[in-house]
């Protein structure tokens, strides 16, 4: 093969391999951002799980709260702390968007960051986004 | 038991234990996560190229296309214009449909005696090998293209779009990837392959195994981490954010399950340039494959030739007329 073609080929290889790093050049908005607790969550301070196995396992929980409820009507989960909460997004204070009411500032913001498009709100209403 | 796959496979354990337990018994998250992950990155880069710069140096002696077809002849003879090229433009459709297709490997045969009283030795087409070289390939790409998105801040539409047909059937939450199973079970389906096969099995080393482990590895923890022991997306996307900035920070409450995923990763890529994974350059590279087979048409001078010192004739017979004469002999010229 001709030495042109080669140097061409091993010089798209080179950009192609670096691409995380020149694509991500001089942009300082990396870090991860924060979600925005609302005035209820900071008061109550207890979430359903603790902060680590809340981060890494909120959607195994929601899929066994829509089994629970779906299946066998059951929608009180009781936590390890010992509270209770209503197995739902957004049925009343003791719920998910009951405390943490601003979807945009909460759910979205580690979802977008980390290019996560969970289907919960193709059937669930975010009651917020009615009101707008 | 065989040493040629004992070997890789403990070698597999291994990494994957010194990782697990450099992280979790010794707190040594800055090798495993910084250090070593940059290392593979310049390796690999440099590697791949010191290879390729390697293959590129030699000289080709001859023409050696493999001839697949019918080749340019008559004008009343049908040519096969791809699998017998003489023009680049055949080659070049040549080498697209091999490096996506791999059509060479769908021509793959196998040789069987029959079953009956003939015992006749004879060949029949194998497309399995085939099968599960496309499903791994491509789904290997897919599951690489994937995580971009813990690369890229913000995530192109491009591989947003990807991830959304890669999950599609929508089971469980996370949902499941294609990709990930695919990948899986291609990866077991060519291992098995390599271990039932006895003919494969023959030429089969640990060269030849220890790639499938460490990807058997890396998929196998990187498929516990997202369904199963859970990881935190977004420190986990924060840390590799951080090295890709080249301002490298160890986040809080990782485990050593992603370290070890991590460092199976970098030991595959600093890996990959010394091994036969480097068919990735080397498919560009084959002779066999990139050369028009155009012989007949064009002269091709083999770059290794020097100048030949030669003797003619003429030279001969200046040197020896006189003794020519003398004893009679025929000469062209009389003085």
Known sequence: MSKNAIIVG???????????????????????????????????????LEKYDMRANHM???????DSVVRDADRMYEAANGEKFQMSLSTGDNSCIGCHTNKEKFCDKCHDYASVAPYCWECHTNPKEITQ | MNQKYMLPLIGVFLLFLLAYAGVEGANMQWAFGIIFPYLAVILFIGGFIYRVYGWASSAVPFR???????????????????????????????????IFLFRSLFRNTKAGFARDETNRLSFSWEIFLWVGALAFHYSFLVVLLRHLRFFL????????????????????LPGIFLSGIVLIAAVLFLLARRIFDGKVSYIS??????????????AATGISMRYFTKVDIVSVKEFIMSLVTFHPSIPEGVGGLFYAHLFMVSVLFAYLPISKLMHIGG??????RNMANNTRAKRHINPWNYNVKTHTYEEY??????KMIEAGLPVDKKE
């Not at chain 1, 790093?21 to 607790?37: C, H, I, M, Y």
């Not at chain 2, 801040?153 to 469980?172: K, M, N, W």
């Not at chain 2, 080393?205 to 890396?218: E, K």
């Open chain 1, 10 to 48: 091993l010089v798209i290889f080179v950009v192609a391999a670096l691409f995380p790093f020149w694509f991500n050049l001089g942009r300082s908005d990396t870090v991860a951002p924060k979600p925005e607790l609302s005035e209820q969550a900071k008061a109550a301070k207890k979430c359903v």
């Open chain 1, 60 to 66: 195994s929980l929601l899929d066994e709260w829509r």
């Open chain 2, 64 to 98: 050696i296309p493999t001839t697949c077809g019918q080749q340019k002849s008559l004008p009343w003879i049908k040519q096969n214009c791809i699998d017998n090229p003489d023009t680049a433009s055949g080659v070049f459709v040549r080498m697209v449909l091999e």
């Open chain 2, 153 to 172: 801040t913000p995530v192109p539409a491009c591989v947003r779009f990807l991830e959304y047909l890669d999950g599609i059937i929508q089971i469980g």
């Open chain 2, 205 to 218: 080393l640990a060269s030849d195994y220890f790639p499938l482990f460490l990807i058997i590895g890396i």
């Open chain 2, 283 to 288: 498919i560009f590279l084959s002779p066999t």
């Open chain 2, 317 to 322: 017979e200046n040197h020896f007329r006189d």
